[in-house]
């Protein structure tokens, strides 16, 4: 047997090194597939082909030809899962969110959609290593803050620079929504939900802003060039989406209707706290929802102690297209908790392939990209990953082997060196 | 008797005698009168129980002289027939700040932290101590305050300044308002008041309701040894030890800051009058423990607009159910035993005071108590009851004449004497104008001839109705002194206005009217008939009020307890149908004392305490052995959170000085927090509560259980040992607060070691003078010892009494705390946090320090660059004792999920990973000996799971602690019900109110404030970073 059948491993690649391992037709044989579809393969074949999903099919009675793959990879006992998507972060765009000096996710100004975080994404911040060695391969880069915050670009965690990384450049707007109610602390009354005095104000400001920009991009020749009217064509025509963040019932449904007022082609609930409470209404005009994290606490006490939990499994009864993103405190750094959040869901009533799904192929359809990547199919990019356990679990989640379009990822962070070099000085196992 | 009412007359005139002296010359011929006045044929109230029927109530100057059913009356009185009508003695506010001209407030001088007072002078440390205020000073009338307040039957009041944690001296004035008001105050300095706020302080400390507690409490200790030891002058030390005679009011404007004011006068002797704030009925029977007295307000909320169903599920069930219980709160107090006063304090519009106090009697409240509580009460509880409350001879002369006892919805003031002065606010004998009558005009072309017109309703403002074509019309009307004058539009365009008198015996007004065209015309109104239906009075207490019951605690997911006799517990038992033997049938048990866990087993819980585990335990068939079927499910000892800020109330940070060792976490827990339920829904059955990280030496800790519906002082874990939170790096050094918070020492790390260095090397010097003076010195009386809290706590710290937790991230800090304790001969027991540990594991071990730790925090600042996930994992296998901790309210919901990471990061196994939040956590805060592992004789604090309870499949399906079940998943859905029938009942209320045409106001919606480490009270958490 000339051709490699590497067991397993984790450390093959961290000796080699990513660079030097240019293999092109890889076949993984054995593995429980899952395809994030919301289906399984028990004992699966799945080729690669230079950067795409070339075979994905059940073992049982196949008879397999080694000799057609340069690679062949016994993956028995273990899981494949396609590569996880991390939508609506501010990954890789900072790296300590205390230090001024590394925050690049918010721009001063109130209506941004010129700004573009695909080039403030830096391809070697700190924390975009210790995501991927959970299974998580992609990330939405999104902008903070501002009325329109700017558009976001889906980035593969691999690359030399941010052109390498990019799978889908300006893919979204996003809108921060004005809300009915805002947080208030005054000395008083304490924290308090306070009405919004200006809402009507801000929506007008809003409405006219996308009537302007309509406006504008529907002339042909302009004597001055506006470069925000310019960043929103691409909303209007359709190219790219129009993420809408917005956690509230009545908040959401007054988005609805700026959505089909301004025939909003492509629109996108992200937060969506309370999107459960409509959910017949999304579903009638077909919007999907970002859903923030369920290991979040209910808005009010007299909420049921759980509702953020089952909101995944609330959604998915009523055929909401969502998928679950990290919005919040801490998110970056949180990324690499992804598949757990999705875990959690599993204990409140989604299954666990919905749960698979949230994180992956559901993510791919919201953003547009499901031809690309998503789920284990032929003819998308090879990206996937192999954990001795099931990911969506804490304690069994070890990612052994993963791919981005064909290539192997280097599973190794600073994290993972501080541990071998704290460990070798100590001598414990 | 004829003889004794001459005795007290000649003691009068020798008392006026005296009296009537003046220092004040007169521009021109005095006015002074000595008139005797007799009300006559009244229903006079003597006092709150005393009612004198056809009484009468004789007062001369600004005194009773004489009061009884028959009594001779002096020649010449003047003489009020009050046939029908009611005297009380006038009511007294005890907690008002009427004619007070309030001193503007100290200005900050810059922006940056303010260490130091700002006031001038001789005085003490911190602003917020104004004992030197006496309000008698600052006192001039205000008219129309006085009018306001006379008008809804108040005569004397206690003002005082409402600013600072020490307020001064209040003064009892009466309400005269047409005297000098040199004849007005009654008692100078009548009370002390305190509170816990700062108020206009702009000084620094205290910035959290555990600084304020504090303050007091070391003012208190301050004042004692000032009283022997004049080794420096201090006004306000001065001042505040002579307050100390007075009746010292507390305005604690809330059930929990009652108790823990109540606890300082405990500490410090001293029967506080607490202020309360309308909630006292949410935990009665703990209030009722303080036998202390109550001043109460009577601001019943207003009606909430509940009308969008989205809107209105932000409105709280707490709120919901305080509006519609508010009321009752003076019943509540009633049934209950507690001594209390009213006052019209809190109410923005003052005419709501009798208002509201009949709405309080509708809701069950004796209207012999409510008058107690507005008369005899409020003069008892300052002394002033031989002088005011009642109508003596001898008293003062304040009284107000009512149409109708006072508590009947219609009855009004007509005459009110403050002092002998009188205000007169409607006739005495107003002419009954009601009745129908025909309106004529003269003769002119565009009104016709004649319209019916009524008055209707109350005697005293009789409504007005003008009859146009069968049309009603409403009228506007004013009557007073026999004079009237009325307008109405004929139709769309044509305003008739008019003015006229009235001829009482012929039943008739008559006067000119003006048309819009600018002429004028005659009228005349003439009686016809008796009005025929006069509204009728609604009979008191036959409302049906369908009240809830209170909740415990009074927020969703209390429990609808009804406690009217016997304890709390009790009742909260009964209510959970709790029982004391419990049986938990065929688990997986983790045991924590071995390295497997036990399949089909059964656990036996007798008392709250593990009798027996093993297989197939049988017990005696008795009906009182709740058994519960644990097939398939795992039962692990309760989750300990070591490091946790929920439940507390006003602020987690003392951090205006480097060192807040002074203050006490225990003294502000929050027992309504909801945070408490939900965390029991993720198994966690005791917390250690800290201080947060913005001091090098932050505040005392207190550990609690998570006793849900219990009180503050019954979720204490009892008898556990003292803590300390400390910090370290960031915080401290404030270097996340932004460029002004460059002021307070530390700023370095290199200054957070000599701040420990000189706090210990001080505390050693006081505790060896403490232990000296104790020795040598205890007998004697005169002298006394400065106690000086902050450094009796870290002399704890050196005795080996008090424990340290410290927030700490970074390898250098680390080994320098290690080595300054060393130095002083005592041991860190925690470091919290402690992201770096895993770089100095050895030297912790060496040292026997405990480690609590996040599981894979990191990124949010500079000093947890370094942090890894294999922390807890490195400092296990490395045999420091160590915990996985929240910080967080919501991540403490899933702690075994944080300590299922040490698996997946450093290969712990399942029983060590589960052993990170339960017996681990127990062994650092020293209560290994009672929870933590699954054993005979040891507490039942017990988490059943759902499944492995270190999966993220995992939910907790009941979680007991002491035994008792305490979340129950399928009581929990029950819950749910129950609060979703109680929002809808009592919204339902409030729709009615607002179809009613009732004023509805906007939901307050008040949030929960989550607290970190590093929030700071009144600070945005987005302004300061966090952790």
Do not use: H, M, S
């Given at each position: 047997m000339k051709k490699h059948i590497i067991g397993i491993l984790l450390f093959n690649f961290s000796i080699i090194g990513v660079a030097q391992i240019k293999y092109n037709h890889i076949a993984f044989i054995n593995g429980i597939a899952h395809i994030g579809n919301g289906s399984i393969i028990e004992s699966s074949l799945i080729v690669i082909n230079k950067d795409l999903i070339e075979t994905v099919t059940s073992t049982k009675g196949l008879k397999l030809n080694y000799k057609s793959f340069d690679t062949v990879i016994d993956i028995q006992g273990k899981h494949v899962y396609p590569g996880l998507i991390n939508t609506n972060n501010i990954l890789g765009l900072h790296d300590a969110e205390a230090i001024r000096a590394t925050r690049d996710y918010s721009e001063i100004g109130n209506i941004n959609p010129h700004i573009r975080s695909l080039i403030a994404y830096?391809?070697?911040?700190?924390?975009v290593p210790t995501v991927k060695t959970n299974g998580i391969l992609y990330t939405q880069a999104t902008p903070r803050e501002g009325l329109i915050s700017g558009s976001s670009s889906i980035m593969a965690l691999e690359g030399w620079n941010w052109e390498d990384a990019v799978l889908k450049a300006d893919d979204g707007i996003h809108l921060n929504y004005p809300k009915m109610n805002y947080k208030k602390w005054s000395e008083e009354d304490g924290l308090t939900n306070s009405s919004n005095k200006k809402y009507t104000e801000e929506l007008n400001y809003l409405s006219r802003f996308f009537e302007d920009a309509k406006f504008y991009c529907n002339e042909t020749l302009h004597t001055e060039k506006n470069i925000r009217f310019e960043a929103m064509r691409n909303v209007f025509n359709g190219q790219s989406n129009l993420y809408i963040h917005l956690d509230k019932a009545k908040d959401i449904l007054s988005a609805i209707n700026f959505i089909n007022q301004h025939k909003i082609k492509y629109p996108v609930i992200v937060g969506g706290k309370e999107s459960y409470k409509i959910s017949k209404e999304l579903k009638k005009n077909s919007i999907p929802v970002m859903l923030n994290r369920i290991n979040d606490l209910p808005d009010y006490a007299d909420e049921d102690v759980d509702i953020v939990y089952r909101l995944p499994y609330l959604l998915q009864k009523d055929s909401v297209l969502f998928c679950l993103q990290l919005e919040g405190d801490m998110e970056a750094m949180q990324s690499r908790n992804l598949p757990f959040n999705a875990g959690a869901a599993v204990a409140y009533g989604l299954s666990k392939e919905d749960a698979l799904a949230s994180i992956s192929l559901n993510a791919a359809k919201i953003l547009r990209i499901e031809s690309l990547i998503g789920s284990l199919e032929v003819g998308k990019k090879a990206s996937l990953v192999i954990s001795s356990g099931d990911i969506l679990d804490i304690k069994t989640n070890q990612v052994e082997m993963a791919f981005i379009s064909g290539k192997p990822v280097d599973l190794k962070n600073k994290q993972t060196e501080l541990y071998i070099k704290y460990k070798t000085k100590y001598g414990i196992k | 008797m004829h003889n004794k009412i001459l005795l007290f007359f000649l003691c009068q005139i020798f008392i006026i005698k005296s009296f009537s002296q003046t220092t004040f010359p007169s521009n021109g011929a005095p006015f002074k009168s000595h008139t005797i006045f007799a009300f006559i044929n009244a229903n006079i109230?003597?006092?709150?129980?005393t009612l004198i029927k056809n009484g009468v109530l004789i007062i001369k100057d600004d005194k009773v002289i004489a009061i009884g059913e028959k009594q001779e009356i002096p020649k010449n009185a003047i003489i009020f027939d009050l046939k029908g009508k009611y005297i009380y003695p006038s009511f007294i506010d005890i907690f008002c700040d009427y004619g007070l001209i309030i001193p503007k407030s100290e200005k900050k001088i810059s922006f940056g932290p303010q260490i130091e007072s700002n006031t001038k002078g001789a005085y003490g440390w911190n602003q917020a101590i104004k004992s030197n205020v006496e309000a008698y000073k600052l006192f001039s009338h205000n008219n129309e305050q006085a009018e306001e307040l006379k008008k809804n039957g108040v005569g004397a009041v206690l003002s005082s300044s409402k600013d600072g944690i020490v307020r001064g001296s209040g003064v009892l004035v009466n309400l005269n308002t047409q005297s000098k008001e040199n004849n007005s105050i009654v008692i100078d300095k009548a009370a002390g008041f305190y509170s816990f706020s700062k108020g206009s302080s702009s000084q620094d400390y205290p910035s959290s309701l555990t600084g304020g507690i504090a303050l007091l409490r070391q003012t208190c200790y301050d004042a004692i040894w000032y009283n022997k030891n004049k080794s420096e002058y201090n006004i306000s030390l001065d001042e505040f030890n002579k307050l100390q005679s007075l009746p010292s009011i507390f305005e604690a404007n809330d059930k929990f800051n009652s108790l823990r004011a109540a606890k300082i006068g405990e500490e410090f002797n001293i029967k506080y009058i607490l202020k309360g704030c309308g909630n006292e009925y949410q935990r009665i029977n703990d209030l009722q423990n303080t036998k202390l007295n109550f001043i109460i307000p009577v601001n019943f909320p207003e009606a909430i607009d509940a009308e969008d169903p989205f809107d209105s599920e932000s409105i709280s069930l707490t709120e919901l159910k305080h509006w519609e219980l508010a009321p009752s709160n003076p019943a509540s107090l009633e049934k209950n035993g507690i001594q209390f006063c009213f006052t019209?304090?809190?109410?923005?519009?003052?005419?709501?005071f009798l208002k509201n106090i009949r709405k309080s009697i509708k809701y069950g409240l004796s209207e012999k108590t409510a008058l107690k509580a507005l008369t005899f009460n409020p003069a008892f509880f300052i002394n002033a009851n031989k002088q005011l409350g009642a109508l003596k001879p001898n008293y003062f002369a304040n009284f107000f004449i009512s149409s109708k006892p006072i508590f009947e919805d219609d009855a009004y003031i007509i005459q009110h004497w403050v002092a002998g002065e009188s205000s007169f606010y409607s006739e005495l004998n107003a002419p009954d104008i009601r009745g129908n009558y025909t309106l004529k005009f003269e003769k002119n072309t565009l009104l016709q001839k004649s319209y019916q017109f009524n008055f209707y309703g109350d005697l005293a403002k009789p409504s007005a109705q003008l009859i146009i074509d069968t049309t009603k019309k409403n009228i506007q009307y004013s009557f007073k002194n026999n004079l009237i004058s009325f307008n109405f539009y004929l139709d769309s365009i044509n305003i008739i206005r008019a003015s006229g008198y009235y001829n009482a015996n012929q039943k008739r007004f008559d006067g000119r009217a003006q048309i819009a065209t600018g002429n004028w015309f005659d009228f005349e109104l003439l009686f016809n008939s008796s009005a025929d239906s006069i509204k009728k009075q609604q009979p008191l207490k036959t409302i049906d009020l369908n009240l809830g019951k209170v909740f415990y605690p009074f927020t969703a997911y209390g429990e609808p307890l009804n406690i009217i006799n016997g304890t709390f517990k009790d009742e909260w038992n009964k209510f959970k149908n709790n029982s004391s033997t419990i049986l938990i049938k065929n688990a997986t048990v983790w045991t924590n004392t071995s390295d497997s866990v036990l399949k089909e087993h059964d656990v036996y819980v007798v008392d709250g305490k593990i009798v027996r585990i093993a297989p197939n335990i049988d017990v005696?068939?008795?009906?009182s052995v709740k058994i519960i079927d644990a097939k398939g499910k795992h039962l692990t000892p309760g989750i300990i959170d070591e490091h946790s800020h929920i439940a507390l109330t006003s602020g987690v940070n003392e951090g205006a000085k480097a060192s807040s060792a002074e203050v006490r976490m225990g003294d502000v827990i929050n027992p309504d927090d909801i945070n408490i339920y939900r965390q029991l829904s993720g198994g966690v059955t005791c917390a250690q509560l800290l201080h947060g990280s913005a001091n090098p030496i932050g505040g005392q800790s207190v550990l609690i259980k998570l006793r849900w519906g219990h009180n503050a002082e019954s979720m204490k874990y009892d008898k556990a040992d003292g803590f300390i939170k400390f910090a370290l790096g960031e915080n401290v050094k404030q270097s996340n607060w932004g460029d002004f918070n460059t002021i307070r020492f530390p700023q370095t790390r290199m200054g957070v070691e000599q701040v420990y260095f000189d706090y210990f090397s001080r505390a050693k010097e006081y505790d060896k003078q403490y232990q000296t003076f104790l020795k040598e010195n205890?007998?004697?009386?005169?002298l006394v010892f400065r106690r000086y809290i902050e450094l009796e706590a870290l002399a704890e710290i050196l005795n080996k009494k008090r424990f340290i937790t410290c927030h700490s991230y970074v390898q250098s800090e680390i080994n320098m705390l290690i080595h300054l304790a060393d130095s002083f001969g005592f041991k860190i027991n925690t470091f919290t946090h402690i992201l770096e540990g895993f770089k100095v594991a050895d030297k912790m071990k060496a040292h026997g320090v405990n480690a609590s730790t996040f599981s894979d925090w990191w990124a949010y600042k500079n000093e947890v660059m370094d942090a890894i996930p294999y922390n807890a994992a490195i400092l296990t296998k490395m045999g420091v004792n160590t915990a996985i901790n929240s910080d967080d309210a919501e991540m403490a919901r899933r702690l075994n999920q944080e300590a299922a990471k040490s698996i997946k990061y450093g290969n712990l196994s399942e029983t060590e990973a589960l052993k990170l939040i339960t017996l681990n956590p127990a062994k650092m805060l020293h209560i290994d000996d009672k929870v933590g592992t699954i054993e005979p004789g040891k507490v039942a604090d017990l988490v059943l799971w759902t499944s492995h309870p270190l999966s993220v499949y995992a939910k907790v399906d009941k979680t007991m602690i002491d035994g008792q079940i305490y979340f129950d998943r399928t009581e929990d859905e029950k819950l749910r019900e129950a609060i979703k029938i109680e929002r809808s009942r009592i919204i339902s209320k409030l729709i009615d109110e607002k179809q009613n045409g009732n004023k509805v106001i906007k939901a307050k919606n008040k949030l929960q404030r989550l607290y970190h480490c590093n929030t700071i009270e009144g600070i945005a958490e987005e302004e300061t970073g966090q952790r």
């Open positions: 830096n391809t070697d911040n700190l924390i | 109230y003597a006092d709150f129980e019209t304090a809190e109410l923005k519009d003052k005419n709501n005696p068939k008795t009906t205890q007998k004697n009386k005169n």
